[in-house]
């Protein structure tokens, strides 16, 4: 039998906590599959009360978790601390200067920081293994990084963000508003240290300039993200969604245009028919379009402690093979550095919701703009009556381009009788890109 892959753990939340249970349910099973034993050597967390109760074996403490990254004995760093700087990055850097592998759930640190640390690992010719951090359980870096590695993709989406995806689910099933399901959000644990990042886009953001970089061989560059979280949807988006034949879902969308890449996050419209809209909860999923395997769609749990400890240990049993790829599929010196596609020049569908004063005249003051703009109305519903007071209408536009709805939307906003900032959402079709 081979010596057994060392490993020192840093960070002992949810994640941690799972990984240490999956590990001393499944060892022997494990060693018998890898020719060799995973045994955690070191840990370290925040607060050593985090250990009790945990299957630690013989591992040793460590107040400091740079101190794994120095252990000589040790041969792969567990990162499961977050955050995109302070100590998660400290210790990635030292782990593979110092020749460890690494294996990190940690996004934000990715997104930030990827193709640094990624040179850093060709560098010193270690792993840095990451499947954790984007969709939970789902295989997707994997699936990016070899199973799909010969085809040229042209896009990759999905919904990215569990939390948000439960709070749009709930409002949908039952009617209720933003705010009342985002505290039941939270206790249910999926919720990210800082929520605004989960309804915000944040999150969903960071896995999406990850999984770009995997699907087109591109830089990391979370900066280029369009990002538009969940707060301003409306229980009456929803609604009136749902009457026009759609769901809405946060969605991370990413394809190369002739401008480059373009990656953005923000609140869709998508078609009922469409796979996608019935993926609900907590649930995450990922679709990917190749040229030789056509569309491709990964579904399943996307946060908690079971599937993110699942993808955790798949990298360690990757290391514990001798498998050793470059972070992002290619070698970190060869990705390519696109400019990011403007969002003015995005091409598509719209939805948008107006609340104007019920008096003869005001819709064709809007259909005027629209005209103006060269934007075509595909339907229009007002309904009840309110003479002199505010009526909402919903108006869904044939394809046009953001920037004519930029305009549009603020020559609205300035009519007396628009009483509120309109509401734009974006309609994906998922028609070929
Ligand atoms: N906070 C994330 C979510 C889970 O709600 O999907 C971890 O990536």
């Known amino acids: 039998m081979v010596a057994p892959l060392r490993i020192g753990l840093a960070g002992l939340g949810t994640v941690g906590g799972g990984v240490v249970r999956l590990l001393d349910l499944h060892g022997a099973r494990l060693a018998e599959r890898c020719g060799r034993a995973i045994v955690v ?3 370290s967390a925040r607060d050593r009360a985090k250990a009790a109760g945990l299957p630690l074996g013989g591992a040793q403490w460590h107040d400091d978790c740079i101190d794994l990254a120095r252990r000589p004995d040790i041969d792969v760093v567990v990162e499961l601390i977050g955050g995109s700087d302070g100590p998660a ?7 593979l200067a110092n020749g460890k592998h690494v294996v990190t759930a940690n996004k934000a640190l990715l997104a930030h920081h990827g193709v640094e640390l990624a040179r850093l690992a060709d560098e010193n010719n270690v792993a840095l293994n990451f499947e954790a951090s984007v969709a939970g359980g789902i295989p997707i870096v994997k699936a990016l990084r070899e199973g799909l590695a010969g085809n040229r993709l042209s ?4 919904i990215l963000n569990g939390t948000s995806n439960f709070i749009l689910t709930a409002m949908s099933k039952t009617g209720r508003a933003f705010g009342d399901v985002l ?3 939270q206790a249910l644990g999926y919720a990210e240290a800082d929520p605004s990042f989960d309804i915000d886009g944040v999150d969903a953001a960071h896995k999406l300039s990850l999984l770009a970089s995997l699907a087109f061989g591109t830089e990391v560059d979370f900066g280029a993200v369009h990002v538009e979280g969940i707060r301003h ?4 988006d929803i609604a009136y969604a749902r009457e026009l034949g759609y769901r809405i879902k946060l969605l991370g969308l990413a394809r190369v245009t002739p401008h480059g890449v373009e990656a953005r996050v923000h609140p869709c419209l998508v078609p009922v028919d469409a796979a996608i809209a019935h993926v609900d909860g907590v649930y995450n999923a990922v679709v990917a379009e190749g040229d ?4 491709q769609m990964f579904q399943g749990r996307g946060a908690g402690a079971g599937p993110t ?6 990298d360690l049993i990757d290391i514990a093979h001798g498998l050793r790829l470059s972070p992002f599929g290619v070698p970190t010196a060869a990705l390519a550095r696109l400019p990011a596609s403007p969002m003015a020049q995005r091409m598509g569908c719209y939805y948008l919701r107006l609340q104007v004063v019920d008096r003869p005249g005001v819709i064709a003051d809007i259909a005027a703009i629209l005209r103006d703009e060269s934007v075509s109305i595909e339907s229009l519903l007002q309904r009840g009556r309110a003479p002199g007071e505010g009526v909402p209408v919903a108006i869904v536009t044939h394809e046009a381009e953001e920037a004519a709805l ?3 939307l603020q020559r609205i906003a300035h009519i007396d009788a628009v009483l509120e900032a309109p509401v734009l959402i974006r309609i994906e079709s998922f028609t070929a890109s």
Do not use: K, M
């Not at 896009?155 to 999905?158: F, L, N, T």
């Open 41 to 43: 050597a070191g840990v």
């Open 89 to 95: 990055r400290a210790l990635v850097q030292t782990a």
């Open 155 to 158: 896009r990759i989406y999905g």
């Open 183 to 185: 505290a039941e959000a």
């Open 233 to 236: 949807v409306a229980a009456a």
């Open 292 to 295: 030789f395997v056509d569309q």
């Open 309 to 314: 400890a699942s993808a955790v240990v798949a």
């Open 406 to 408: 930029s305009r549009t």
